[in-house]
C-alpha cells in the first residue's frame, strides 16, 4: 500500500526559502508522476508542479523560476525547494501520485491516486 508522508512546511519572511520532502512508501516517483498541490481556505486545489515519469518537470506559470521540484536517487522521495517566497505562496501543500504517466493533464487533481496529509507553508509580508 502507498503511503505519502510530507515534511518541511513552516513559517517563513517573504523572500524566503523552504524545502518540502514526500516521502513514498511502496512507491517509485520515476516510473510514474509525482506532484505538489495547494490549497488556501475557500479555494481549489492548486497544482504547482509535477514530474514526469521520464524525469521532465512542469510548474504553474506563478513559480516558475522561484520553485523546483526534483527526487532522490533512490526515487522514493519527491522534493519542492521554494525560494523568493510571497505571501500569496500561504497554503496547505499536498504531495500526490499516481501510476502511470500524468502527461499534459499533470494538473488534475482527479487522477492523482495517493495523496499526503497536506503541510502547511505561511509566508509572512
Known amino acids: 500500500q502507498v503511503q505519502l508522508v510530507e515534511f518541511g512546511g513552516g513559517s517563513v519572511q517573504a523572500g524566503g526559502s523552504l524545502k518540502l520532502s514526500c516521502t513514498a512508501s511502496?512507491?517509485?516517483?520515476?516510473?510514474?508522476?509525482g506532484a505538489w498541490f495547494r490549497q488556501t481556505p475557500g479555494k481549489a486545489l492548486e497544482a504547482v508542479a509535477a514530474?514526469?515519469?521520464?524525469?521532465?518537470?512542469t510548474y504553474t506559470n506563478s513559480v516558475k523560476g522561484r520553485f523546483t521540484i526534483s527526487q532522490d536517487n533512490a526515487e522514493t522521495t519527491l522534493y519542492l525547494q521554494m525560494n523568493s517566497l510571497e505571501p500569496d505562496d500561504t497554503a496547505i501543500y499536498y504531495c500526490?501520485?499516481?501510476?502511470?504517466?500524468?502527461?499534459?493533464?499533470?494538473?488534475?487533481?482527479?487522477?492523482?491516486?495517493?495523496w499526503g496529509q497536506g503541510t502547511q507553508v505561511t509566508v509572512s509580508s
Open positions: 511502496g512507491y517509485t516517483f520515476r516510473m510514474d508522476c
Open positions: 514530474v514526469h515519469s521520464n524525469g521532465s518537470t
Open positions: 500526490a501520485a499516481v501510476f502511470g504517466s500524468c502527461g499534459s493533464t499533470w494538473y488534475i487533481p482527479g487522477q492523482y491516486r495517493y
